[in-house]
Every structure is written in structure tokens, then in C-alpha cells.
């Protein structure tokens, strides 16, 4: 599915990702939630509301979003669970699956180009996840750390390192 709906596109396999320049980026902040049962997605509007609702940040789905998205932001929220053993929820599938190949292709593109310096596309962006899921399951929150690493690859930074939240036993942990 593809398109654009109040800014946001949803992103096509031929689209050509390019930085965006950090005096354009917007100022208000990004919400992008990933749920399988609906609990990334409640956590998502309770940050959405203490952030002050609509007129202070975006709040979108990971279904309805693409790269560049995350480009024309300077800060984003990333809520996510991870689903069976260490898979983002289906309705974050698509999204992390055009994360990891526009950073195959940005490594490609810097292999092609050798020593010459290449504006990575998200430079500028920075993020924060949070990752869902019960250490009960192999892969425990696996999808949130593989999403931080493709987006650290393709140029955007941490704001913080990421935070886990194990259903099992309720504990939150940053981990690096």
C-alpha cells in the first residue's frame, strides 16, 4: 500500500532515500507503534497524551509509515513488541523489512563510492524504543535492539539506549 496521508507516505520499494536537512526537519516529535495484542499501541497514545496530544507531537502506526518519515523528524518514539521468537508484530513487518533495505542499500552505495563521504539518510534524526515482550520467549525484544541497529546504520542516533519491558515480571531495563 502506498501513498501519502497528512505528510506521512507509506514508502514503496523504489523510492530513492535521501537526507533531509536538519533545519527542515520538524520540531515535533514522532510516535511510531508496532503491536501485536495492542499494548505497544496503548503506550503509544499514553505518550502521545503526556506529550500533549496532537498539537505537541505525531502519533502513527508502524503500518502507515515509511524511512523517510523518520527522516523529516528530529526526534522519534519507537513503541514496539516483538512477536513469536524476535519478529516485529504484523503491522511492523513491511516497516522493518524497507529499514533493512534501504540500509543494505546505503552500505552498498558506500561501498560503491570508496573513501568519499555520504550523508547517511537519517543524520539528524535521533530515537528513543522501547521494546515489548516476555523473556518467557526466545528472542526477547529482539525486534526493538535489530531496529536500533539498522537505524544507527542508516545514520540516526540514540537519545537513550533502549528500554525493555518484560511481561513476565513487569521490570523495565535500558540495555545497550
Known sequence: MY?????????????????????????????????????????????????????????????????????????????????????????????????????????DNEEDIGDAEVEKPLEGTSFAIAALGSSDFEGFASFGFGLAKELISLGASKALETTTHDDKNGKAEQKK
Open 3 to 107: 501513498g501519502d496521508c497528512d505528510g506521512i507516505s507509506f514508502g514503496s520499494a523504489s523510492d530513492v532515500l535521501c537526507g533531509v536537512p536538519d533545519d527542515s526537519k520538524n520540531e515535533i516529535p514522532l510516535i511510531v507503534w508496532a503491536s501485536q495484542t495492542g499494548t505497544a499501541k496503548k503506550l503509544a497514545k499514553h505518550l502521545h497524551k503526556s506529550l500533549g496530544g496532537d498539537r505537541h507531537c505525531i502519533i502513527r502506526g508502524m503500518k502507515d509509515i515509511g524511512v523517510r518519515d523518520l527522516a523529516k523528524h528530529k526526534n522519534v518514539y519507537i513503541i514496539c513488541s516483538t512477536f513469536g521468537i524476535g519478529r516485529p508484530p504484523r503491522n511492523g513487518e513491511v516497516f522493518y523489512s524497507l529499514v533493512q533495505l534501504e540500509a543494505m542499500r546505503y552500505q
